[in-house]
């Protein structure tokens, strides 16, 4: 399994950012898949998550400003990441579990500037 994320950067504070996660070497159509960032010295933490039927979970921070998606023929997922604020800096990587491993691509840095 392998999980390939990309789309981050630098944004000034009310920007947006679109992340996007290629997958590979997994049945992609039925599996959830996450969105997980983390920020040094703190526990890595459920961003978004949509199901294979595409019903969709959001942190309470990102509601109204997140939106995951998915392309089932493409295998990929996108995070797209709206009115991004200074807390919203961290690593976000893409996530899925596949018989019952927890699978994690490299992760891609989001800096968002106030």
């Known amino acids: 399994v392998q999980l390939q994320a990309s789309g981050g950067g630098l944004v000034q504070a009310g920007g947006s950012l679109r992340l996007s996660c290629k997958a590979s070497?997994?049945?992609?159509?039925?599996?959830?898949m996450n969105w997980h960032r983390q920020v040094p010295g703190k526990e890595r933490e459920l961003v978004a998550a949509?199901?294979?039927?595409?019903?969709?979970n959001y942190a309470d921070s990102v509601k109204g400003r997140f939106a995951i998606s998915r392309d089932n023929v493409k295998r990929m997922v996108y995070l797209q990441m709206n009115s991004l604020k200074p807390e919203d800096t961290a690593v976000y990587y893409c996530?899925?579990?596949?018989?019952?491993?927890?699978?994690w691509g490299k992760g891609t840095q989001v800096t968002v500037s106030s």
């Open positions: 949509i199901s294979r039927d595409r019903d969709t």
């Open positions: 996530n899925t579990q596949n018989w019952g491993n927890d699978y």
């Open positions: 070497g997994i049945n992609f159509g039925i599996k959830a």
